[in-house]
């Protein structure tokens, strides 16, 4: 496949140029022409993703090719991942080692704010978007090209992009805040989820799968600040949902031969929505409960929910003790695509992908994967004395 990579051999051809179906929502200017312009004028650097990226190319809702980096890859971390489900990022990083793709994990980024500005209004934009560029320009720096692990994160930095390239006034303050913290202004050509990354390992992985997911059967929740933010981003596929949904972790369903199945209220949000989970979490719990798991339930009566969104875990899965706790028809485990991946490859379930933080029972999903669940306790329970007495200092590699 040729792939348009921007390096040596130039930027791609202006979208004018190119032939596809923009839609009705796909922008008179496409923003990566945008963004090479402003690198032409000297208000910004474009960070490129080149061959030593191993790029693949995927479909978009309205037919512009997106490129994904594979190799070299610095990971924009979750704070609500590392602190409510650390299992998910650390299945990420399991899956790049498994497959021996080179990654960074930095140690020096910040959370990207995003909270603040959708939940508490109380940020300002030049703010919002100083962090984002900070965090890109440390990527830049390091040498690695940058993804993100929260579905929020990826559409904050999405919606950043376009305010950056359309106000010269958010720009000029971007710029001072940089300057003061001797950061170049720097914005990656594309900025890309975790996902949109396992969705292009989805055949490397299954050529690795060791554990027969045949019997499962998933219900799959997109994530609204995955598929719904800047919806030109999102990756689609024709031969799934006929390109009508995205194709971001059915597609690894149905790559790892379980069952993908369909409910009614898959374009509903998981019930998290920001606001609402910090000043009406009731209402939160309800429709993650009633709205989202009782109708999969229902519908679909599903062995394990998967999505690919920091939030959305959280929510569909914690907010089931309390329904549960009423009578009420959920108790479905809910886990990321990359702790499914991760699993299907032969990860240890609580010493990588640390399913005993999740509140719904997994023991019944583990049996069906055809996991010994007490033998894998008694594993993780044997590790975590070890490293609590000082007789070893950190869970290593050849002990998962």
Known sequence: MSLPIIGAAGPPKKAKDRIFDRGDRMPATYYKDQLLDLEAKGELIVHRITEENDPVEVDTKYGRKKIIPRQNTWHHKSCGQCGHIPGYSTSIFWLHRALDYRYEDPRDQTSCTAWNYYASSTSNPAAQAAVALRNFAQAYEDGFYPIIHCGTSYGHYKEVREELLHHQKLRDQTRRVLDKLGKPMVFPEEVVHYSEW?????????????????????????????????????????????????????????????????????????GFGFRHILVSRDFSRSFATIRKIERMKEEADPDVTLTHDTGC?????????????????????????????????GAHPYK????????????????LMGIDHRKAWTEFEETSKAIKSGEQDFLAWEDC
């Open 313 to 345: 875990v959280t929510t569909l899965d914690k907010s089931q003790f309390a329904a549960q706790a009423h009578g009420r028809n959920v108790g479905i485990p809910v886990m990321s695509d990359a702790q499914f991946a991760a699993l299907a490859m």
């Open 198 to 270: 396992i969705h292009v390992m989805r055949d490397q992985i299954a050529a690795r799968q060791v554990r027969d997911f045949s019997g499962i059967t998933a219900t799959v929740h997109p994530a609204c600040h995955y598929h719904k933010l800047v919806v030109e981003d999102a990756v689609y596929d024709k031969e799934l949902y006929d390109g009508q949904r995205t194709a971001i972790v059915s597609a690894l369903v149905k790559a790892l031969g379980a069952e993908v199945a369909d409910y009614s209220t898959w374009h509903d949000c998981c």
């Open 352 to 367: 990588i992908c640390q399913l005993h933080w999740h509140g719904v029972d997994m023991r019944p999903l583990m049996e």
